[in-house]
């Protein structure tokens, strides 16, 4: 027989051979996989960003397949997510509030005195380490982006060293809110048009030395809100969405304009 | 029993595959970024490169040398090692889910992986024997697993310093291979 030949066909029998054996094997180990999961993995946004917890949208799918999840467990998905999801699960739609995620300070470069100037790594968490950050104000935004780091939708930039959430590509999925050292960063309803931008504890007398757009607990917003939705609690005033109806006095009456709103950009995009 | 010895300590130290033979940088640099995906990756490339060892040492004396076709290897082996792999992982997916969840993922990255055709073919090169093949082929996996895991912490400290932007990634990290390899360097004046 010529060498051509016998490689040929040495060839061809070890391929045909262990075709066989894993189109058997294929036949003997086959695994039933829940075709739920795929049609699930293929709804979610596939950002794996994990703000519902789990370690992927792939994890997230087969997590909502055993039912461990709820249907609306992906946020950054929306509402339109979740509704696809209960119908591939045969499940009626649960109630979905768009949550955004809120920077709340407002101490930016010429408000908020600075103690040094930093130069480390462009990172939350070491800044905190020196010195708690080059801001006088031991509860605000130390601006150097962590937030931005996380953010798998690229919502968040810098403006003026405080992190600024773009409302239209956040998705409310959260993963902000637990990348900031200081959390100072909460998930409020996406068309809340009011908040209060800032998180200081400290006593009003205290909290103006450092800044100029800190909350210095005065209560009048407490006061003057007709729904009863602002309360001043440790040091600083606090929305309950569930009761506000955005009539906007507190923004009217706040002295020291703490409460900033999204109005004008609401109109501009209705 | 000392050359098996010396197989294991050669395949590891001295001609560790990826910082003196320079096999399987793909892998090296892409799954190093964390301690425990080099973990899981090498604990992968242990059990296929064992295994492939074996079969490519079998399929070499019994086959190809009885047909005179030593010159086929590489593609032989090619073929071998791919089914293999794909075989481990139906068989793992079914009987063993525990350890498909851990080392799983990673099979697919080790079905063209050229340290895994490198010690198959650098098997024959040096005229093993099977059971110094099976010996080679887990040592060098474990020289590659030790690589990486090297690597992954080396990876682990550099994430925390201020790289000059056009260093970042791959760049910092192909130049701080290059040093372990230097140093690597330092096992080849031992004679073996």
């Known amino acids: 027989m010529s060498p051509v030949l016998t490689a040929f066909l040495v060839l061809a029998a070890v391929g045909a051979i262990l075709g066989v054996m894993l189109a058997a094997a294929s036949r003997i180990f086959a695994v039933k996989t829940d075709e739920r999961c795929e049609k699930i993995q293929a709804l979610l946004p596939g950002a794996n960003c994990g703000g519902c917890g789990y370690a992927g949208c792939g994890a997230l799918a087969e997590a909502i397949v055993r039912g461990e999840a709820p249907t609306s467990a992906c946020k950054a998905g929306g509402p339109e997510t979740s509704e696809k999801i209960a119908a591939v699960m045969g499940k009626k739609p649960e109630a979905f509030v768009r949550m955004r995620a809120q920077v709340m300070c407002s101490g930016s470069r010429g408000k908020t005195k600075r103690l040094y100037e930093y130069q480390g790594l462009e990172d939350c968490s070491a800044a905190l380490r020196a010195g708690g950050g080059d801001k006088a104000c031991p509860y605000g935004c130390i601006g150097h982006g962590s937030c931005a780091a996380a953010c798998a939708f690229g919502a968040i930039s810098l403006v003026d060293g405080v992190a600024a959430v773009d409302p239209d590509k956040c998705r409310g999925c959260g993963t902000c809110v637990s990348a900031c050292p200081k959390g100072i960063i909460k998930l409020i309803p996406f068309d809340a048009v009011y908040w209060v931008g800032c998180m200081s504890e400290d006593k009003g007398a205290q909290t103006r030395t450092y800044c100029e757009a800190g909350c210095i607990a005065c209560r009048i917003c407490e006061k003057n809100c007709p729904t009863g939705a602002i309360s001043v609690v440790g040091g600083r005033a606090q929305i309950d969405y569930s009761k506000c109806d955005a009539c906007g006095v507190c923004y009217e009456k706040c002295p020291r304009k703490i409460i900033v709103t999204s109005r004008e950009r609401v109109i501009l995009s209705v | ?192």
């Open chain 2, 1 to 192: 029993m000392t050359k098996i010895l010396l197989i294991m300590l050669g395949a590891i130290l001295v001609e560790n595959f990826i910082f003196s033979r320079f096999f399987g940088i793909c892998p090296f640099l892409g799954v190093s970024e964390k301690p425990d995906t080099a973990v899981g990756m090498g604990f992968a490339v242990m059990f296929v490169m064992t295994l492939s060892s074996a079969a490519t040492s079998l399929v070499y004396d019994y086959l190809l040398v009885r047909f005179d076709l030593e010159y086929l290897s590489t593609i032989v082996f090619i073929v071998i090692i791919a089914s293999l792999v794909q075989f481990i992982e139906m068989f793992l997916k079914k009987l063993l889910p525990s350890l498909y969840s851990a080392v799983g993922i990673y099979l697919p990255l080790i079905t063209t992986n050229c340290a895994v055709l490198g010690a198959a073919l650098l098997n024959i090169e040096e005229g093993r024997g099977f059971l110094e093949s099976v010996v080679f082929g887990f040592s060098a996996a474990a020289g590659f697993t030790l690589a990486l895991v090297i690597f992954a912490g080396v990876r682990a400290r550099m994430r925390e310093n201020n790289i000059p932007k056009s260093f970042r990634g791959s760049p910092i990290a192909l130049i701080a291979a290059g040093l372990i390899a230097m140093a690597f360097a330092g096992f080849s004046g031992i004679s073996l």
